[in-house]
């Protein structure tokens, strides 16, 4: 009895073992904020950091999804989404993006969870279904922050092709054109753009505003065990 009850625990120690050496090596696979930058040189270092930090508390550091990060902190008529695929290591996309018409003009400064504010959300989203509706084909965000942008599937904030995402409408206004809450996207790219993100993404969207950087779960080392519960089943 002694020595089947040493074997079992024998078995289960090497099995405990395995597991973590299985979840320690996924989590080495991610690359480094560093490494995306020179993917992207052109975004922001911290974004990245923070963008990176949210995936491994939501995914539990698998680089199984694609990772899009927008940067509204920069001007809509510069590129400010970057989608990188971090098991292969690539650069996917780098895009412009609108933003909601109350958030701001050319760079937003006010973010919103709220219903009929037509302002845009921060905050880590996983893809959900695409659809099509009055935008065509158009792809859901599911807000994953209680409080910040969990109300993205009641307001209907889903990524979708605009003609005001066009740089082309710059020169006359300054800026892109303003959405009412979504990411849109220029119709060139937003096909290909929704196909590829339907497959599988978090989109991680900052500014550095201080109350949600302070209450994000996905950011803190302490409440992180939460995305132990999330997963993109909704998908």
């Not at 003009?105 to 279904?129: A, I, K, M, R, W």
């Not at 119709?187 to 209450?215: C, E, H, M």
């Amino acid at each position: 009895m002694i020595d089947r009850l040493g074997e079992a625990l024998r078995l289960c120690a090497a099995a405990c073992g395995l597991l973590v050496a299985s979840g320690a090596w996924a989590q080495a696979q991610l690359p480094s904020a560093e490494e995306l930058n020179r993917l992207a040189p052109k975004a922001d270092l911290k974004a990245l950091r923070l963008a990176l930090t949210a995936y491994q508390c939501a995914s539990r550091g698998e680089p199984h999804q694609l990772l899009t990060v927008i940067d509204y902190s920069k001007p809509s008529r510069d590129k400010r989404l970057w989608v990188f695929d971090l098991k292969a290591r690539k650069l996917l996309f780098e895009e412009w993006v609108a933003h909601g018409k109350n958030s701001g003009e050319d760079v937003p400064t006010t973010f919103s969870n709220v219903p009929n504010s037509y302002q845009s959300s921060l905050g880590l989203f996983s893809t959900g279904q695409t659809y099509y509706g009055k935008h065509g084909r158009s792809l859901r965000l599911e807000g994953l922050e209680p409080g910040i942008n969990d109300n993205s599937m009641a307001r209907a904030i889903v990524m979708h092709a605009a003609a005001y995402a066009d740089p082309k409408v710059v020169p006359s206004l300054g800026r892109l054109g303003r959405s009412l809450g979504c990411p849109a996207v220029r119709p060139a790219i937003a096909g290909k753009l929704i196909d590829t993100l339907g497959q599988g993404s978090y989109v991680f969207a900052y500014y550095p505003q201080k109350d949600w950087l302070n209450r994000s779960l996905y950011l803190s080392q302490r409440s992180c065990p939460l995305g132990e519960r999330t997963t993109l089943a909704s998908k």
